[in-house]
């Protein structure tokens, strides 16, 4: 199934990379690139947060991470945290990449970036792509493996590792809500009255909080890596940006709200991420039920989680659209996006008003 794997395309226009600088660099800093090594640069093109090149040189393949150009929120593009977390992690959770070297120096390429090793393997992006099929007991299997992972990572043991500072977990569910509340405001462009219900109600029911864990906060099928030999099993796990350590109870939920089922809406189905109404998909409510057995937690307040994850992802896309509107970025993948933080706040209420994920 190689012919499945991840691969890039040409560099968009606006987020070119300085390249003599880049070479220079790269040859000076990777023993394993010879001095006069040809170096080719390419572009992943499905990310909408921190950009991703393919480095090719003396036969080796690079993954190269850099913040989106003209983005203001500093905090969302730490490459040197990003990179901190895969130094520390990698060792003991292999599936995260390894990372090769972080590069401080703003006069490389306009903004800080990392580079590690490339996992070679299979991404899944909304539908399976042409020519892959699952069976219903694959799809499962796939889905129970993706939880299972997720479990793995947060019965890590955070400080043991190095990570003990990484988070501040007293207090961070509240932190969450008011934070992403801010950063709506801030990238405010329409008016869309089901972002504020939704928020204030996550103000006014926030849960006892859960015994912190190492969280990815992105994670859902279009960010692990899959084997081409058994696409149900994955070999990778990608974009740490927003890794800390928190309640894992929010991972699941921001996880969940990725999750759009077979007899979701039809408004809804166009917010889905992944290949999660495929025959033999699992339910958001047997996603909950699976992770409450493996790992022990009591998933109790799911809604709440469920909810925030919703609100947090509609934020993400008010952010990105608010670049788009303000000339930061070119990308026309961009301008249809405030149609989904619309969809997502929605869901959001119904999922409140209904009382189940």
Not at 114 to 125: N, P, S, T
Request: with cysteine.
């Amino acid at each position: 199934m190689s012919e499945h794997i991840d691969t890039p395309g040409g560099v968009r226009a606006g987020e070119e990379l300085e390249l003599e600088p880049l070479c220079a660099y790269l040859r000076e800093h990777i023993d394993e690139i010879p001095e006069h090594a040809e170096v080719i640069v390419e572009q992943f093109h499905r990310g909408h947060s921190n950009l991703t090149y393919l480095v090719r040189a003396a036969g080796h393949e690079y993954v190269l991470r850099r913040p989106p150009f003209g983005s203001k929120v500093k905090s969302a593009h730490d490459m040197g945290r990003e990179y901190r977390v895969l130094e520390k992690l990698h060792a003991v959770y292999p599936l995260a990449p390894a990372p090769l070297l972080h590069c401080s120096d703003t006069s490389v390429l306009g903004a800080e970036f990392y580079v590690m090793r490339r996992l070679r393997g299979i991404i899944l992006r909304k539908d399976l792509p042409p020519g892959l099929s699952l069976s219903p007991a694959e799809v499962r299997s796939l889905h129970q493996n993706l939880i299972g992972e997720l479990v793995k990572l947060h019965g890590l043991d955070y400080r043991g590792i190095g990570l003990g500072d990484l988070g501040k977990p007293e207090g961070y569910v509240q932190r969450q809500v008011q934070g992403w509340t801010k950063r709506y405001a801030a990238s405010k462009t329409d008016g869309i009255p089901s972002v504020p219900l939704l928020a204030e109600w996550l103000d006014s029911h926030q849960p006892k909080a859960c015994a912190p864990t190492l969280i990815h906060n992105d994670y859902k099928l279009d960010n692990v890596v899959l084997d081409p030999a058994d696409p149900t099993r994955i070999v990778g796990v990608l974009d740490w940006e927003m890794s800390t350590v928190g309640d894992p109870l929010m991972d699941l939920g921001t996880s969940l709200s990725y999750w759009v089922e077979a007899s979701d809406s039809d408004v809804f189905q166009l917010t889905r991420w992944g290949p999660t109404t495929l025959p033999g998909s699992l339910t958001r409510q047997q996603i909950l039920d699976l992770y409450a057995e493996q790992s022990g937690r009591d998933v109790g307040d799911a809604v709440f989680y469920y909810a925030f994850g919703l609100f947090k992802t509609a934020v993400v896309l008010q952010q990105i659209y608010y670049r788009y509107k303000q000339g930061l970025t070119q990308d026309e993948r961009f301008a249809q996006l405030i149609h989904g933080v619309r969809v997502l706040a929605d869901r959001g209420v119904e999922a409140v008003e209904a009382g189940h994920v």
